[in-house]
T-cell receptor, first 113, second 111 residues
Framework: NAGVTQTPKFQVLKTGQSMTLQCAQDMNHNSMYWYRQDPGMGLRLIYYSASEGTTDKGEVPNGYNVSRLNKREFSLRLESAAPSQTSVYFC????????????FGDGTRLSIL | KNEVEQSPQNLTAQEGEFITINCSYSVGISALHWLQQHPGGGIVSLFMLSSGKKKHGRLIATINIQEKHSSLHITASHPRDSAVYICAVRTSGGGADGLTFGKGTHLIIQP
């Protein structure tokens, strides 16, 4: 009964390093999302994928890239990490893009030094 | 861009009290979500509604589309209800998809 699985759970990077956050869902959902959560702010959408083979920018896409590898997996890449990208990152999925409950992973806590 | 405001930001109550958390938004929506974020950080979807009222156990969510307002009620509150409750909306009429989130209401229920 895994739902949405994110890896890693914690990561510390140095400025300029790159890394990929992984997300996989086992609910056969079509749509997947990446959010970031910062203190004092609501969750903000980084990128989303309405269906396999499509990706679109959200509210705060700068500094990130995504890949919808297949229906199950949606990864988020930081090419050159910056301290402003220190945040908690959540992956979510839903059956379809609009007006469906979203299921969230447990989050990845990322610190950029 | 839709603005989502939640009140109160913080709420401390005694076990057994009736709890109300409010959410207001600025433009028309197709759906409103209530989410619960546990102290450990995990986020769970509680309700998705576009009209009327929904009930699940001790939780009740209502929405008034004309007033652009929703409330989440918790009856017979319990310490395990302590969490951050988040309101999120999907704006109707197209544009970039995804939800716009409120900043959350931090609820503490004391025994």
């Amino acid at each position: 009964n895994a739902g949405v699985t994110q890896t890693p759970k914690f990561q510390v990077l140095k400025t300029g390093q790159s890394m990929t956050l992984q997300c996989a869902q086992d609910m056969n959902h079509n749509s997947m999302y990446w959010y970031r959560q910062d203190p004092g702010m609501g969750l903000r959408l980084i990128y989303y994928s309405a269906s396999e083979g499509t990706t679109d920018k959200g509210e705060v896409p700068n500094g990130y890239n995504v890949s919808r590898l297949n229906k199950r997996e949606f990864s988020l890449r930081l090419e050159s990490a910056a301290p402003s990208q220190t945040s908690v990152y959540f992956c979510a999925s839903s059956e379809f893009l609009r007006d469906q409950p979203q299921h969230f992973g447990d989050g990845t806590r990322l610190s950029i030094l | 861009k839709n603005e989502v405001e939640q009140s109160p930001q913080n709420l401390t109550a005694q076990e057994g009290e009736f709890i109300t958390i409010n959410c207001s938004y600025s433009v028309g929506i197709s759906a409103l979500h209530w989410l619960q974020q546990h102290p450990g950080g995990g986020i769970v979807s509680l309700f998705m509604l576009s009209s009327g009222k929904k009930k699940h156990g001790r939780l009740i969510a209502t929405i008034n589309i004309q007033e652009k307002h929703s409330s989440l009620h918790i009856t017979a509150s319990h310490p395990r209800d302590s969490a951050v409750y988040i309101c999120a909306v999907r704006t109707s009429g197209g544009g970039a998809d995804g939800l716009t989130f409120g900043k959350g209401t931090h609820l503490i229920i004391q025994p």
